[in-house]
């Protein structure tokens, strides 16, 4: 049993003499696949299975990992991670402390009709085969379309000295696809995503062959798309632009790791003004639906809707045991790893940008000039500094309050805290998206937003 | 390794493979983690797998499929051999499908494996973490350096039907340092790294400084005006570049996929004469060198670009086949998802070894100084940021300038705030004129490099 011999190493770890331990013991069957027109570049499935044993040792912290579950395997990692933060301890300064938490028993099931390692992979070949016919069949002018299938079921168990012993069952499931249409010299390519926490019921519940089409048509469309101007300007975000700007700019500044590390421009501004009045974020394990929920974190503390930013105001931060204790805050269950073979680290979950009260149309007409940036072909952040770039997949012009010429190859950057300034309009729409964020590890992470205007933003073209 | 390799094999051609491959990968990694000026973290992770391919013979060409294991036995083998050969009845024939690697004479990789690294205890490098941070903290303006320093030592071995046999030991080292330093409400943030295959701690020094330095020289940055300039990328920014823009668009699959800007310009000028590109997986201590591919392939030197022409794309063996023309030792394994995956649990693709950009001509070279001085107006960036957002197809591109500098009739005048460089890659491949004497093995991937001196490309749009 997964759960007894992350228990098991637990108390092995304790036996050392250590201040804390906590340990992951997974076994996740996995299937990639990968096809790129109609040819699978990968075609994988297997099982990975291992333990993780983290140990605080005299204010220092030593992970060890093992891909085996043998008792003697799982034995030496103990030690290996007893051992290493020993020698690191030498080194520290500021010992580590954790805060305690109640001690958790729980059994998380996954809600799923079709569990993902009771379908073979022949199935989910076939319909990755079938989602790049539809795609590519769309128009002649797509000369490609990459898609990509993952997906993870099985078990994860997290044991801690302070009394966690918790088993999550896990089913995660992801397609995404990306397609490049071509027209004499110019060449685009559109991305769309679909994914769900549960199990191959994926498919029945989203049209994906409709999702095929549209990212399709939207590469089709860009090869009408102008060059952008540079320059600064009223921006409207649509809300996964928009959702990938709470996440990047805003979230990765919340995370209490990177705050006392003194790498998040948000240090020390608890209860100050950081952003315009109409805006407010949370981060939300428990969002129903959220690609990045989930009840219990790595360290085994039952998980929350953390308010970050309040009307402008900032609220609160993610937090781990680590950073709890230091910030003196109350653990709200943000430590998260990639695998069994990481160490957790405070991470996002659902991260989004809360409602406000205005219609599209509304956001439109008092621009004269602008322009209106959609979907999002990924960003980066500097979080010590605070600053961010992101580009947008599609965009628009818009002229006296009207969408006007389609662009394309658009970035925004600009300051994160002068960015939340600057946003002086936020929509009542809203739509939760699905992502990966990266932070010297992966994990799955959702952001939501709905449409909001940005003034004096700085946006980046080829015109 | 190799009994074991055969066995698999052995028992894949048993059981209806035509063809079968085994690939071992084993990683013994340690890392250490500085982080708010002190060490935190350390972490020993060891990880060991096989990942066999099969190639079934049906009527109109073959089908190959893939399956791992982590824990090898006798038992687990035959589980694998089944499952791949499973994956394969799946896949309709792939007429493109030539063969797997065939044989060939391998060269030695010289100077991969430092026994230092094998035996470093951790204790040692705690020690050498510890005296990096007292080294660079001198300065009250420093609030933060982090970091880390990682050892690893990997084994290789590979085997196949057509007589691929091989295997080898490789070590790694890394160093990186990132500094923040605040004065009067400004902060200045800047990050150094280091690679190579051997162990160095006089280079690890000479990081921390780096980063720190320009931590400090970060301070209260200004805008450049908008405008036509020279730029100046030093060896990380173009890493990060090239690492979404020129190297991917190389690859022989993409050209093939026609995702490239390169499709159809064999043999074309494609950049400025003053350029010349080389993928050269047997550089000593170069981070990526290694006698053979992921297929067992042989690695060589590729001149991609030489003074400005297309002459070569980057292939492994599936990606020749359908060429007709030998593999470039570009096989490798490589698969990121919901978590990355380890090497053996991938099946191949292409990635570049050690990509080298080098002065397509001698009056293209100059020293680094040099190269300053002769700047009426522009700016140099260490590093870029945004990188992966590029356009693969296009090649179109558009990036912040990071950790950069104006430069003013020669001499390099202050920090600059978010300046933007948008663009396609084959316009500033155009624009390429000039090379530094400060060259770097530049980190692209988890076990690539860029190796360059600073790059200077004349004239293009920067947005302030």
């Known amino acids: 049993m997964l759960v007894d011999l992350a228990e098991r190493a637990v108390r092995l770890a304790m036996d050392l003499g250590v201040e804390y331990a906590d340990v992951r013991a997974e076994q996740v069957h996995s299937t990639s696949i990968r096809l790129t027109n109609d040819r699978f570049e990968q075609a994988v499935s297997g099982v990975d299975q291992g333990l993780g044993a ?41 010992k580590a402390r954790v805060r305690s938490v109640k001690p958790v028993k729980d059994h998380v099931k996954v809600k799923t009709h079709l569990l993902l390692n009771k379908v073979g992979i022949d199935e989910k070949m076939k319909k990755v085969l079938g989602f790049s016919k539809t795609a590519r069949n769309f128009s002649p002018k797509i000369v490609s379309a990459s898609l990509a299938y993952e997906d993870a079921a099985g078990q994860k168990a997290v044991a801690s000295s302070d009394g966690a012993k918790i088993l999550t069952e896990l089913g995660r499931v992801y397609v995404s696809v990306n397609a490049v249409a071509k027209q004499a ?216 309050g009207e969408l006007t010429t389609p662009l394309l190859d658009v970035s925004l950057s600009g300051l994160t805290l002068e960015t939340m300034h600057n946003i002086d309009a936020v929509g009542k729409d809203f739509e939760l998206n699905i992502g990966f964020c990266g932070k010297g590890q992966t994990v799955p992470a959702g952001d939501a937003s709905p449409h909001i205007r940005i003034k004096n933003a700085l946006v980046g073209g080829r015109a | 390794m190799q009994d074991l390799l055969e066995y698999i094999i052995k028992k894949a051609e048993k059981q209806g493979a035509s063809q079968a491959e085994a690939f071992y990968h084993g990683a013994d990694i340690l890392r250490m983690g500085i982080e708010k000026k002190q060490v935190k973290i350390s972490e020993k992770k060891y990880d060991a797998g096989i990942g066999m391919r099969v190639a079934v013979k049906k009527k109109a060409g073959f089908s190959v499929g893939f399956a791992y294991v982590t824990n090898l036995t006798k038992k687990t083998a035959d589980d694998t051999v089944r499952r791949a050969l ?102 200045g943030v800047a990050g150094d790294g280091y690679s190579s295959c051997f162990f160095n701690e006089d280079k690890a020094f000479t990081t921390f400084k780096n980063a720190r330095d320009l931590a400090l020289r970060q301070l209260s940055p200004k805008t450049v005006k908008t405008g036509k300039m020279d730029v100046l990328l030093q060896p990380d920014a173009l890493a990060f570049l090239l690492q979404f823009t020129l190297i991917p668009e190389v690859r022989a699959d993409n050209i093939q996929k026609k995702q490239s800007p390169f499709v159809g310009k ?51 063996s599936y990606a020749a086949g359908k060429d007709n023309v030998p593999s470039t030792g570009n096989a490798a394994r490589m698969l990121g998802g919901f978590t990355y995956k380890p090497k053996y649990a ?33 700016v140099i960036a260490k590093e870029v940021i945004g990188a992966h957002t590029a356009n693969l197809s296009s090649g179109e591109f558009s990036v912040v300038l990071d950790t950069a ?23 500033a491949l155009k624009s390429v004129t000039l090379f530094a004497d400060d060259w770097k093995q530049a980190q692209i991937g988890r076990e690539e490099v860029l190796i360059s001196p600073t790059v200077l490309i004349k004239d293009v749009k920067v947005s302030g």
């Open chain 2, 86 to 187: 499973k994956v394969a009845s799946f896949k309709k024939p792939d007429t493109d499908f030539k063969s797997f690697q065939e044989r060939k004479p391998t060269k030695t990789a010289k100077q991969i494996y430092d026994k230092q690294i094998v035996k470093m205890e951790p204790e040692k490098i705690v020690d050498l973490a510890t005296r990096l941070i007292k080294t660079v903290e001198t300065d009250k303006r420093i609030t933060t350096i982090s970091g880390g320093l990682g050892l690893g030592t990997y084994k290789v071995a590979i085997a196949n039907s057509l007589g691929v046999s091989g295997e080898f030991e490789k070590t790694g080292y890394g160093a990186y340092g990132y500094v923040v330093a605040q004065e009067k409400g400004s902060v």
């Open chain 2, 405 to 427: 500098f104006k430069i003013e009739k020669g001499e390099i005048v202050y920090p600059v705030k978010q300046a933007m460089l948008g663009g396609n890659i084959l316009d």
């Open chain 2, 346 to 378: 991938a099946e191949p693709i292409i990635g570049p070894t050690n990509f080298k950009l080098s002065a397509g001509k001698k009056s293209a070279e100059t020293k680094f100084d040099n190269m300053v001085n002769g700047v009426k107006n522009g």
């Open chain 1, 54 to 94: 983290r140990v605080l040792c005299k204010g220092a912290w030593g992970f060890s990992s093992t891909s085996s579950l043998d008792i003697k395997d799982i034995q030496t990692a103990v030690k290996t991670a007893f051992k290493i933060a020993k020698a690191t301890s030498k080194g520290v300064k500021e």
């Open chain 1, 185 to 400: 010299e110019k060449i685009t390519s559109a991305r769309e995503r679909m994914g769900k926490i549960g199990g191959f019921e994926l498919f029945n519940e989203v049209n994906g062959d409709e999702i095929m089409k549209k990212a399709a048509g939207r590469a089709v469309n860009l090869l009408k798309a102008k060059p952008a101007p540079s320059g600064r300007f009223t921006v409207i975000a649509d809300p996964r632009l928009a959702g990938v700007f709470a996440h990047e700019a805003v979230g990765h500044g919340c995370e209490a790791d990177l705050v006392i590390a003194g790498e998040s421009i948000l240090a020390g501004k608890i209860g100050k003004v950081v952003g315009s009045k109409l805006v407010s974020i949370f981060d939300d394990s428990t969002l129903a639906g959220g690609w990045g929920t989930q009840k219990y974190d790595d360290e085994g503390v039952a998980t929350k809707k953390r308010l970050l930013i309040e009307r402008g105001i900032l609220r609160g931060y993610i937090t781990n045991k680590e950073a709890s204790a230091r910030l003196r805050m109350e653990p709200n269950g943000g430590a998260r790893a990639e695998s069994f073979s990481f160490p957790p680290i405070v991470r996002m979950s659902n991260t989004y940008i809360a409602r406000g009260n205005h219609s599209f149309e509304e956001l439109l007409e008092d621009i004269d000039y602008g322009v209106y940036l959609k979907a999002s072909r990924g960003g980066q952040v500097d979080t010590a500094k605070g600053t961010f770039q992101f580009n947008a997949e599609e965009a628009r012009l818009i002229e006296k």
């Open chain 2, 266 to 316: 064999m043999g074309e000028v494609v950049a400025s004469e003053s350029l010349t590109v080389i993928d050269d997986g047997l550089i000593p201590q170069a981070v990526s060198s290694k006698p053979f591919d992921d297929e067992g392939c042989p690695t060589q030197t590729t001149t991609i670009i030489n003074e400005g022409q297309l002459q070569n794309f980057l292939y492994n």
